[in-house]
């Protein structure tokens, strides 16, 4: 792992989004003016926390369906946040355990903690890169991403929970293109974003709390997140409310809460790259 922020790097005068998540996942790696903006926001929707969860229940799901189905062993994991276990690495590793990653965000506080905290298998490497997703050649330039990940091979392009960060004045499809241009057919997109489709009053005031935390905030209908597959072939079941993407049997035999798709709002999916 190259890139090496400081904590000095680190703006703590403004709530950032992958703190406000922390304090959603019932982390303790974040700063009282990121706990003020994520109170705000659960205190209109307590539902927050259950959603922060199943994004991360969703995440390990895919992450094992692309190691077992897809025969995935390579990720591009952009907007990673701050670790938590498992980790994406942790997932992929444990079922095959020369998985490589490489995790990129553009808060030096998650930089500081994944170096600090993740630990890749001997068989296997991670890296973790410090950068925008709005810049995509500064990505797939990173020194690490040639180290790491092998372009001729497909890889996993892993967007969980960034792209409602990124307005349409950012161009987020021209973005994706990019990336995903980068890679050989075979190499999969897989992303959840968050949707205003099934409580628009409460997401208004959700978006409203993110502009005035100063971090844009732009949800997308079911319609808007499907077209980041356009040219892909989407995975069964399509683009779902996470928690219904191939929920694990085990769960239900569980007894795990039903959820409503209002409690989740985050809309994934998985596409293959022809
Ligand atoms: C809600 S967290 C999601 C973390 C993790 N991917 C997950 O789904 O559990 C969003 C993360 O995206 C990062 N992020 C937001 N905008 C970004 C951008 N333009 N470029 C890179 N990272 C970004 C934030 O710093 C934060 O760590």
Redesign the pocket.
Known sequence: MTSSPEMRDVDTSKA???R??DYY?GGTNHFAVDEEAAAKVARVWPAVMTC?QE??AY?HRVTRVLVREHGIRQWL??????P?EPNLHQVAQSLAPEARIVY????PL?LTYAQTLVRSTPEGRIACVL????DPEAILNAPEVEQVLDLSEPVAL?????LH??TDA?DPYGTLNQLLDALPSGSVLTL?HSTADFDPATWEKIVQIYYASGTPFRVRDKDEVTRFFDGLDLVEPGVEVVHRWRPDAGEAAEGRKERTDAEISLWGGVGIKR
């Open positions: 950032h989004s992958a406000m998540y996942l922060a994004n991360r995440m994991d952009i907007g990673t946040g701050i938590t990129v965000d553009h808060d998650v950068a925008d997703f709005n892993s967007l969980n929970a960034l960060f990124v950012q959840s």
